[in-house]
Each structure stands twice: as structure tokens, then as C-alpha cells.
């Protein structure tokens, strides 16, 4: 399984790829919204993204809201990673088209949990 | 206007906010030991904005040689790894984002928070609009402060405050 990681943090992106590639994830990093943008417009559509929201150039909501705009990405499952914990933020991510929401500071389990929601927790992996 | 930090938030509630950021990003078996109030931590800073209902900074400060270890524990670095200036700007800004964050979660909302930075932060607030937190990790002097919009006076050279 794929997964693209997008976040303005090199740190951040490290700890995220570093729990997915555990969980069995092939993961590509991507620095802002329009950089993942990018990586899905080359043809590397992963089963799963990790948004953060808070970022420069194009922040994870309009990341979120582009992807769900193109048909031909409808299968990449959206996970918000951030830092926005207010329920009006959830709400607009959620309404915007994500499917999880995943508030910092979280664990390798809370993001594994979250991903045996979503059923992309690939077969093996105890949850 | 809205009310001071002081008013809103105490100091054991950040401390409890930072532990439980230290233990998810920079190790599980690491742990922030509360500090007392004793002389201002020098070393890098970096910072984000909260804008809403309450405006104001989210500071965390870190003496210059627990920068560098704590940047190799969150980016689980190799005792060999050379850390750069970079990677250190990297580690604070993402601590003072999560941190600002979840401080921001206790505030009166709905609030936005602005991207981070480092450097020297500012000091923009009067005291009684200033919330904050010493501690240490690993030996190393941190400070977190969360300053409200009240600007600090201004003294000249030949005004002493009483």
C-alpha cells in the first residue's frame, strides 16, 4: 500500500512515514499541498494521504478540497495529521471531503487504530 | 479585548499540555521535569501566533546545547548523524506548532494559528499578561511562554520599574 505524507515539518513527515512503513506502507513525502498535487499529477496515486493543515503554498484544506475535485483520485483515502483540535475545524475538514482526523501529539497506535477504521491497515498487522 | 492569560490558563495545565507533546514526539520514556522560576532561558526560540478571540504567542525556548539533543531524539538521529542548523529550525518549529496547538485548544475559539518561526522571539506582553513555564529535559534549561496582546511598557534607561 501507498501513502503519501504531506507536511511543512521534515520532522513530522519522518515520524508519519516512519510509523506507515511500519505498518507495511510504501510512502513518498511531499512538503506542501501543491507539491502533493504534483506527486499524484506524475501518477503516483497513493491509498492513503496524511494532511497537515497548517502549511505554506497551499495549506491541507485546499489539498483536501483539490482532490476531491478530480474524479480520477476518488479512491485516495484523506487523513487529516495536525495540530487543529477545534470541532469547527474537524467539521470543515470532514465536510471538505476527509475521511479521518488525526490530532498532534498521536501514537503509532492512534494511528493505527485509525487505519483499521478506514480497513487500510494492510492484511498481517495486528492493529 | 480579552482576558489575560493569567486568567485563563495556569501554569500546571501547560506543563501537562508539554509533557504529553514530549512523550509523542520526542520519546516515549522522556519526560519534562517542571522547573522553577529562575533566569530566563537563552537559547533559540521558536513560536506561533494564535489570532481570534485571544491574540498572542506560543513560545518555547530551549538553552543552545538542548537544541541539538533534542532535535536528534525527535529525528531519532544516530550518535554520528551531524544535526544541522536546519534540522534543529525543523524539531522547534514543529514543537511550538503541536504546542501552540493544544494551547490554543484551551483558549477562547474559534481561533486560527499562524505558521511557526524561530529566532529570538518577541517579548510583546506585560508581565501580568504572561503565562509562563521553566522546566528541563535531560539537564537542559526549556522555557514555554504564552504571551497575551498586552504590549510590555517601555522604560527608559533612567526609569527604574519600582
Known amino acids: ?127 | 479585548m480579552s482576558a489575560p492569560i493569567t486568567h485563563l490558563l495556569d501554569g500546571e495545565t501547560v506543563t501537562a499540555v508539554a509533557g504529553e507533546v514530549w512523550s509523542a514526539l520526542v520519546g516515549e520514556e522522556e519526560f519534562l521535569v517542571p522547573g522553577h522560576d529562575g533566569p530566563v532561558v537563552l537559547g533559540p526560540s521558536a513560536w506561533v501566533t494564535v489570532t481570534g478571540p485571544w491574540n498572542g504567542l506560543v513560545v518555547l525556548t530551549c538553552d543552545e546545547a538542548g537544541t541539538a539533543d533534542l532535535t536528534r531524539s525527535v529525528l531519532q538521529m544516530r550518535a554520528d548523524e551531524e544535526v544541522t542548523a536546519e534540522d534543529v529550525d525543523d524539531v522547534l518549529r514543529e514543537l511550538a506548532n503541536i504546542l501552540g496547538g493544544n494551547v490554543k485548544s484551551l483558549l477562547p475559539g474559534p481561533s486560527a494559528l499562524g505558521l511557526p518561526e524561530t529566532g529570538v522571539a518577541p517579548l510583546r506582553a506585560a508581565d501580568v499578561d504572561t503565562c509562563r513555564v521553566a522546566a528541563s529535559w535531560r539537564g537542559h534549561d526549556l522555557a514555554i511562554t504564552i504571551q497575551g496582546a498586552t504590549e510590555a511598557p517601555v522604560f527608559t534607561t533612567t526609569e527604574v520599574p519600582q
Open chain 1, 1 to 127: 500500500m501507498r501513502a503519501l505524507v504531506i507536511d511543512d515539518s521534515r520532522a513530522m513527515r519522518r515520524i508519519v512515514a516512519s510509523i506507515l512503513e511500519g505498518f507495511g506502507y510504501e510512502t513518498r513525502p511531499a512538503g506542501h499541498g501543491r507539491e502533493a498535487l504534483d506527486v499524484l499529477e506524475e501518477g503516483w496515486v497513493p491509498d492513503l494521504a496524511c494532511i497537515d493543515w497548517n502549511m505554506p503554498v497551499m495549506d491541507g484544506l485546499q489539498f483536501v478540497s483539490a482532490v476531491r475535485a478530480n474524479p480520477a483520485w476518488r479512491s485516495v483515502t484523506l487523513m487529516m495529521v495536525t495540530t487543529e483540535s477545534e470541532h469547527g475545524q474537524i467539521v470543515k475538514a470532514l465536510a471538505a471531503g476527509a475521511h479521518e482526523y488525526v490530532i498532534k501529539p498521536f501514537t503509532a497506535d492512534a494511528i493505527g487504530d485509525k487505519l483499521a477504521l478506514l480497513g487500510l491497515l494492510p492484511t498481517g498487522v495486528p492493529a
